[in-house]
């Protein structure tokens, strides 16, 4: 029997090719200089692809794959793989979340430290030649309160670094819930009391709508005249203008940043000229151990893959047979859709997904379902930490039951899924099916039924059943030049309160979502990415 191939098409820390080759179990070749052109042409000979950010893994190399069954990628993202492509030819494709952990949280805390001691100002003073003691004068950790927006991996990680100091750890994370955090020492708290009451405040969340500039200068004008600020996440999450003008004024006592809006930053980037701003260029997972780490990842990931001893950190599904695969495409296409749509209107921190499959569903193992919606749910705020494969140990991971029920009762829909999602202030109820030509549909909000597409941009607007409210919706949306694909009505009875899903062609701007929440009757307005 002939060994099985892997291609290495960037180049990997020799720990990992070791960990291929080890055992002579795989015939393991390092190609580091494909054109797409001879990438497409060898890859027919290959079990597998090993590769990082250099190689583009585009449909028609997928095409042209005929033996391939892993797409292993050394490093965070999968932006470089075609996901669906893979996916259709029963292609895994995996990543290695946690390699940076270690290297990002200690770059984060080094920056902590750096701010409270004034290392990096009197390391400058010496090199010039100066003794300047009394000017350097720091503040000492322990005893400060550390606020952590975030409390993934590497917020986490921080966390337990603070603790070590005796800092006191607050965290605003929406997806934990406070039993969690109680278990780990830390106290779960709003966004507004922790810019409040933090001495430090880091951020560790991904850039998206909902993180983006999540500290402005609302949050800055809330804070201690003593806090510091952490940037090791991504550049935008606190708004730079807000954060440039409140060191200048000395509004806060200093900021740190491995981040920015534009990188490599400009000559004329604000901080550069700030003595109570630290800077490094991007350097959080720029270690040997984090390159090192996520070559072992891969390769063990790869190796178990191929060996079938199971597959960890995949961005698509897990393997089903032919007719389960038919079956189940649309159910997981909808589960995902059905918990992205309702994990964005969620008021406070979940606690709970219940998800109960009534119809054809109650016949298959819809595990793969069940990790979509689990997915859908969280990838708003987790982004690219999250994949259907990892959704519920990370859901385990941050308190969150999910509950799995088959129901033989009769639903108001034959084939249907029903998803709950608890937090420790509501529960919403949001059900899905599928439409004639199997496509996506959500059809009951609340207790509101409705015929909405779960696709794209979509404004969800909750509000009084009175007239004039799809007029002033249609006028608002019209002004601002934005086109209406799709809308859909429903409300609980007459008078009541009522539910429009409007599906547009791009994202409504904020000023226009600002006038709509001011309009009479209308109670609830957001826009969500589908």
């Known amino acids: 029997m002939s060994k099985m191939r892997i291609l290495v098409s960037d180049k990997l820390a020799e720990e990992g090719l070791s960990i291929l080759r080890d055992g002579g179990v795989f015939e393991v070749d390092t190609k580091y200089d494909h054109t797409p052109e001879t990438l497409k042409a060898a890859i027919k000979d290959y079990d597998a692809l090993v590769i990082r950010s250099g190689t583009q893994v585009t449909d028609d190399i997928i095409a042209a794959a005929s033996k391939l069954k892993v797409i292993g990628r050394a490093g965070v993202g999968l932006d470089n793989v075609d996901l669906k492509a893979a996916t259709k030819k029963g292609i895994i494709a995996m990543n290695t979340p946690g390699g940076n952990t270690t290297s990002t949280a200690e770059h984060a805390f080094s920056l902590i430290m750096a701010l409270a001691r004034n290392i990096p100002q009197a390391h400058g003073s010496m090199k010039a030649g100066k003794w300047e003691r009394n000017k350097f004068q720091g503040i000492e950790l322990y005893g400060k ?119 490599p930053i400009k000559p004329d980037c604000p901080f550069l000229k700030l003595d109570n701003c630290v800077m490094t260029p991007h350097l959080g997972a720029s270690t040997a151990e984090a390159q090192v780490n996520v070559a072992i990842e891969i390769a063990y990931t790869v190796r178990d893959a191929l060996l079938g001893k199971g597959i960890r950190n995949a961005a698509n599904f897990p393997s089903l047979d032919e007719e389960s695969y038919k079956t189940l495409e649309p159910y997981i296409d909808l589960g995902d859709k059905l918990g992205k749509f309702a994990g964005q209107l969620l008021d406070g921190g979940i606690k709970a997904i219940r998800i109960t499959y009534n119809g054809i569903l109650t016949k298959f193992n819809v595990i793969p379902v069940t990790m979509a919606v689990a997915h859908g749910v969280l990838k708003p705020i987790l982004v690219d930490n999250i994949n259907a494969i990892n959704s519920l140990d990370i859901a385990k991971e941050r308190g969150i039951d999910i509950q799995e029920v088959h129901s033989n009762a009769e639903g108001e829909f034959v084939n249907a899924i029903t998803l709950e999602l608890v937090t420790d202030k509501s529960t919403l109820v949001v059900l899905g099916t599928l439409s004639a030509n199997k496509q996506p549909r959500i059809v009951k909000v609340g207790n509101v039924y409705v015929e909405a597409v779960p696709s794209g941009d979509i404004l969800f607007i909750r509000n009084n059943d009175i007239p004039g409210i799809v007029g002033a919706v249609g006028l608002a949306l019209g002004n601002a030049g934005i086109n209406i694909a799709y809308i859909t009505f429903g409300r609980e009875k007459q008078g009541a309160t009522a539910v429009s899903v409007v599906n547009v062609d791009g994202p409504v701007p904020q000023n226009v979502i600002d006038g709509l929440k001011n309009t009479k009757g209308i109670q609830f307005v957001k826009m969500l990415k589908v």
């Open 145 to 263: 309160v550390l606020g952590v927006i975030g409390l993934g991996r590497i917020g986490s990680t921080v966390a337990k670094f603070a603790q070590g100091f005796g800092m006191t750890v607050k965290a605003y994370d929406p997806f934990l819930s406070a039993e969690m955090a109680a278990k780990r020492g830390i106290t779960v708290s709003t966004l507004e009391d922790l810019v409040k009451n933090s001495d430090f405040i880091t951020v560790h969340v991904p850039k998206t709508e909902e993180t983006n500039g999540i500290i402005g200068a609302k949050e800055i004008a809330m804070m201690k005249k003593t806090v510091r600020l952490i940037n090791c996440a991504r550049g935008g999450i606190i708004d730079e203008a807000a954060l440039a003008a409140a060191l200048e004024t000395k509004r806060i006592a200093g900021a740190a940043l491995d981040v920015y809006d534009d990188e």
